[in-house]
């Protein structure tokens, strides 16, 4: 099996961050996956390979990187057939974004692991899947303020908000008018939930003011601009 490494350099300091901030790492999918939903499968993926060795122990927040992993999936479903019963498709893995927590407790050179390929392994535990949330990943290790986090907010700015333009309102639309929540939305358009509610009522005012005629109208503009 294919190692999951995404290169990087060695962390700069250790010790503990300044209040409000954790460690991220950044993880191409599927790997990603298979370390956030550890405990949902058997013979899990607990180790994260490296090309650099940390003292670092403590929390971690998982990042999925934008680029997939191709030759890693197949690779993946080839020695681990039984995986395709629980992994998402490639098309379904969420990128680009957190998409969990683990724990490291340790840093090995070697280890009995299928999913160790060296030079180094981060050893994790308390595997935590979490609500997607858009955010830039870096190389090695970087920080996350846990205040913009839990607010839908990442680097300073809204989590990738979906742009008011003709080219995204008609994927908002057509997957609205299919009756998918704003959480299955903001999850298929890799973008917050607060973003997707805020996009849907302003497509829904400009619909009714006669400002704005998608291309599939959601039933429920529909029938508010027949009332009027």
Request: aromatic share 8%; hydrophobic share 40%; proline share 7%.
């Amino acid at each position: 099996m294919k190692g999951d490494s995404a290169g990087g350099h060695p962390d700069a300091a250790v010790g503990s961050f300044p209040q409000g901030l954790l460690k991220a790492l950044s993880v191409q999918q599927p790997w990603a996956w298979l370390i956030v939903h550890a405990d949902e499968y058997d013979d899990p993926k607990r180790i994260e390979n490296r090309g650099w060795r940390t003292r670092y122990r403590g929390p971690l927040l998982i990042h999925a990187g934008k680029t997939f992993d191709r030759s890693g999936y197949e690779s993946v479903v080839d020695v681990r057939p039984d995986l395709l019963e629980v992994m998402p498709s490639p098309a379904e893995l969420e990128r680009g974004g957190i998409v969990g927590r683990v724990e490291v407790i340790d840093c090995v050179d070697h280890s009995p692991s299928i999913w160790y390929r060296g030079a180094y392994g981060f050893v994790l535990q308390g595997a935590q899947p979490t609500t997607f949330v858009p955010c830039r990943g870096r190389l090695s290790f970087f920080e996350v303020d846990l205040r913009e986090l839990s607010t839908g907010r990442l680097d300073g700015k809204a989590a990738a908000p979906l742009e008011e333009s003709a080219e995204l309102r008609p994927a908002i639309v057509a997957l609205a008018d299919k009756g998918l929540p704003a959480s299955e939305i903001a999850r298929a358009l890799g973008t917050s939930v607060r973003a997707v509610e805020e996009q849907l009522r302003d497509v829904r005012a400009m619909v009714l003011r006669g400002e704005y005629r998608p291309a599939l109208l959601p039933i429920e503009c529909a029938a508010a601009r027949n009332n009027n």
